[in-house]
């Protein structure tokens, strides 16, 4: 309800876990014409910006954006506060306010959710006792994935196929180059660990597809619970999804083993 003349001080504070380089801090709209200096201070987590030539007329609305980097852990979004001096031909000091913020939790600034998987599916080729089965795997995280990051899959009881250190990994669906050609297999736990490779982010929401060939045990079996986890997301149960193979209700679900009919 004041002018905002040249020279007046405009402060935005309160981005509690962000990250910038202290310094000069570029507008990435139009908008930025509006100002003739803008800093961040990455300590105080504090924005300021000084009002360029010709000022902003009162009752006038502006926006603005920039790039700060999300927190590395989840958080609710803090309150954001905004504040001016030297405001109006008097030069007079704006009070601090809370700024509004949208109803949408996942749309307030630095809402930061924590690291789980979207999408997490298995499915099997083949139910029949001592028969070779494909197991494929699709996953989907909401944050990226990185070396050293390990995916884990759990629960997959039953196999005869030895423990290996290098059980060969097929990528069947989605972007190739994100998991290692190769994973450890461990029998006795039915644990299967995936590597990621070097210098690749996964893209978050993408589904990642791939696949395992292990050998069904003699005998039938119920599926056991089968689960995924990977560093920082803590392990869920998978659901059930159907391999590329027509099977019976049920029989998709992995390393649930019949007798042949």
Not at 109 to 131: E, H, K, Y
Not at 231 to 246: H, K, M, R
């Amino acid at each position: 309800n004041i002018d905002l003349t040249d020279d007046t001080a405009i402060f935005i504070s309160g981005f509690v876990g962000a990250t910038a380089s202290n310094g000069t801090m570029n507008l990435t709209d139009s908008n930025s014409s509006l100002f003739d200096n803008i800093e961040w201070n990455n300590y105080d987590k504090l924005l300021y910006l000084n009002v360029a030539s010709g000022g902003i007329s009162a009752g006038a609305s502006r926006s603005f954006s920039f790039d700060l980097e999300n927190p590395v852990s989840a958080q609710r979004s803090p309150l954001i506060t905004i504040w001016a001096l030297n405001a109006g031909s008097c030069k007079i000091p704006v009070s601090k306010c809370i700024m509004d913020r949208q109803t949408n939790v996942n749309l307030q600034p630095l809402t930061v959710d924590s690291a789980t998987f979207v999408v997490r599916a298995i499915g099997q080729s083949s139910p029949f006792a001592s028969s070779s089965n494909t197991i494929t795997i699709t996953f989907a995280t909401n944050q990226a994935l990185e070396r050293p990051t390990k995916v884990t899959v759990m629960g997959l009881m039953g196999s005869t196929m030895p423990s290996n250190l290098a059980l060969q990994v097929t990528t069947v669906a989605g972007p190739h180059g994100l998991v290692e050609t190769s994973g450890i297999w461990t029998r006795a736990t039915g644990t299967l660990i995936l590597s990621l490779r070097e210098n690749v982010r996964s893209t978050p929401g993408q589904n990642y597809s791939i696949s395992v060939d292990l050998m069904n045990p003699p005998s039938a079996q119920n599926a056991p619970l089968v689960s995924i986890a990977a560093n920082g997301i803590d392990a869920v149960l998978v659901n059930s999804w159907p391999n590329q193979t027509l099977l019976p209700l049920g029989d998709q679900l992995p390393m649930k083993i019949i007798q042949p009919r």
